[in-house]
């Protein structure tokens, strides 16, 4: 019996460290291995995100993330999320997959 409550116990205070990191930003881009992530997903600004940056959302590649930086350089920033689908290589498909992880912020980096 006591070995239930102490398990209980153990579980509910990693699920509270657990949250209190992820209010505070601590697990951010935290990795577990190939294939595995913290669960904690960061938004990423289309207008000041580096290729590394755009790198991390689930679809972006080198060389999407390349476009996406080249076509800001060129056009200036971005007015709206939907502004990808202008972007080289971003189908409706793949825009489907990255919208939920990108946000347009003020500021620009060329």
Request: net charge positive; hydrophobic share 40%.
């Amino acid at each position: 019996m006591w070995k239930r409550v102490f398990f209980i116990g153990f579980i509910t205070l990693i699920c509270c460290y657990s949250f209190s990191f992820a209010q505070h930003g601590a697990w951010e881009g935290c990795t577990l291995g190939k294939g595995f992530s913290s669960g904690i997903s960061v938004k990423v600004n289309l207008n000041t995100a580096s290729i590394e940056d755009l790198e991390k959302v689930p679809g972006v590649n080198h060389s999407l993330a390349r476009n996406i930086v080249k076509y800001r350089s060129h056009h200036g920033s971005f007015q709206n999320v939907e502004d990808l689908l202008k972007v080289k290589g971003i189908t409706p498909k793949t825009f489907s997959r990255i919208a939920p992880h990108v946000y347009v912020g003020k500021g620009i980096r060329r």
